[in-house]
């Protein structure tokens, strides 16, 4: 029997009464299982273990400073330009950063908002300030939002991008938007890839706002799993139309080395950049510049760090096709669950039955899977039609996953059931 | 020939000539000397190197978290342990963050900028902020303020901390005055140390401002060089008064470790540390918990600290005795330059007659020395008499110190006895 939203009410009611029984075997089981957030797995640690005692001789950069003392504010040389070489951004307009590039981020519009940005008004000034945010997202992007209190607009995704007629318009009408926070390559959650074209728009639009930033957090830059997508390089663009002070580009290594024990760092336009590092220069004295030598020291180029991900993707790939294999066997023919198979990053969104996402994670949740809460993924916690669900199947062993994802379908279908059994 | 403020203008015009000769000998020596920045030596950093390669076996702390990955917001328990055993504070109260205490002193008065503290308006929405700034004091932390635009009032420095009638008076009087910074032990410059009386004071006075924030920057609290300086514990007092939210305390192993790639840790009152957790919830995932293992794992308590400290404070020792030995010889029966012998810390701090120390500076810098600008410990770089100066002798070996010092007292000398002669 393939169940779908147009099986009629007996079916629905046979198939309640088969789930409940396979739930509640399942709960039985007493499992504790988390898919909740993007943790890579110790396995995928191991792999930059050699990292840590790097370098083995000696602590004198290329530049011959010793990197066990304060100094060099913007970030060793060598490390600069591994980033440069490898993301294709011109090394003076790099700033290599601590451990976070989601604390840059915060840094950075809290910046905006106390100093303002380039001579506009600092945006605590300001009546109102509003962001454009690309749904479903990130959401510690939208936790920033909100609590600088600024109006989160929702812009719904396509499958190469933001709706970027939406994004033009509202950007062009509105000087209080100051911002577009976009996670451009294999987007958290969905997995999304923005197309040449929507970067083109995104970097040469009009906006009302003269300080209008768009937050290019390429978390997953270099994470290609099932296929390698090539992201256009948008400073690029932004240069012939002279809006690359308009790009804030974040990048770390959180996720290819050691999270919180990486490097992060912030690129921007020539003019945008030496605000920043001026105002880096009274936040701080200068940033771990011994972990800055041991990512380049272990990685050398931007090929040594590309077979690095080879191997990390290949782990990744285990565990995505588990997520996949098992979708497909359960909903490859239902309408119950849709998702778009990423190629990379880290995580795969399904979309339940409307009103369904917010009962499958409480059912999950008591059956001992602890999945993202639904909602997680938009402004505010609030996934207008209540079905989109984030899974992050990094962490868990191979065969924790597959003890999940069973989980993880049962409680899809009976969420649905008695959701179609409302109305039916 | 004794020179002094009182010699006539023979003997004034006759030591000229001299030290002109001395001068233009130093001089042709073409040196290259720096007492600018207090910057560890190279030998002080290799007593730390073992802590790179730590801990040896695993990267689960004691809790069971593995530190390479995400988690653990406020600091790897071991961690809190050992500075809240060192420190006396609670370990709840303590959050260990990233590598520099001045990037959180920044981000704490960003945060109450932004969004207030514990209820209060944030200082963004304020017609003026306003700050105690105990004179001498560190550069850093007056361009901090200089940055968010608040106006800094000068307080006189005496031999057992601020001038605290006048800090009392003004607390009391004016509700915009938002807080006070303090670097309560061997204070940078003068290696003041704050007396119990005036912790006392500072914990239990009435402020007109109820968000008033003490800045209390220990960041020199186990830098004994000569004596071991006991400060009292403010929380202690600042609790008996319920104060403890006022306090926001500060310390780092930068000048323990390695500066910039040690760990340093804020820590405060029940309510003000509650309220600076959930932000950091937004603003961060974590810090480098493998930089905060390795510290515990290289200490492990606080008596091996101190015993580190112990071989530190030898090693500057040496260094100040040149400093010193060299000034009491040159000025001990003159009044052309005085200074307070500091118990510890990083700098010794002088005063040449008013108008000389900007003169005295250009004359060194002249002649191969670079010396910290005149005027740099004081809000806004002005020192109302122009006779401070900063000396940091870590860095030079014992040999470059040696030629240093005597490039600096002719140039005081010699910028004295020209200041003379233009009234004499």
Known sequence: MSLSSQSNRDDLLKAQKNLISEYDK??????????????????????SNEILTLPIDNYINCEGNDVRNYGILTGIKECRQLFSQLLDIKEDNIIIGGNSSLNLIYDAIARYYIFGKLGQTPWCKLEKVK???????YDRHFAICEEFGF??????????????DMVEKLAKEDDSIKGIICVPLYSNPGGICYSDEVVERLAKMETAARDFTIIWDNAYGVHHVYKEIKLA??????????????????FSTSKITFPGSGVALIASGDKAIEEIKKRFGVMTIGYNKINQLRTYEFFKTPQGMMLHMKKLGAMLKEKFDVVLNKLEEE??????????????????????????????VRL???????????????PYGKDPKDSNIRIAPSYPTVEELEKAMDIFCVCVKLAAVNELLKKN
């Open 26 to 47: 399942l709960k039985a089981c007493n499992l504790s299982l988390d898919m909740s957030r993007g943790k890579p797995a110790a396995a995928q640690l191991d792999l």
């Open 131 to 137: 962001f454009l945010c690309p749904v479903p997202g």
């Open 151 to 164: 109006e989160m607009i929702n812009i719904p995704m396509n499958n190469n991008g933001p709706d970027m």
């Open 233 to 250: 390089n948008i400073f690029d663009i932004a240069e012939k139309y002279g809006n690359d002070d308009r790009i804030l580009y974040f």
């Open 331 to 360: 909903f490859g023919s239902s309408d119950l669950l849709t998702w778009a198979k990423p190629y990379g990053g880290y995580f795969i969104a399904v979309d339940t039955l409307p009103n369904c996402a917010k009962e499958t």
């Open 364 to 378: 999950a949740k008591e059956c001992g899977l602890i999945l993202t809460n639904a909602g997680c993924a938009y």
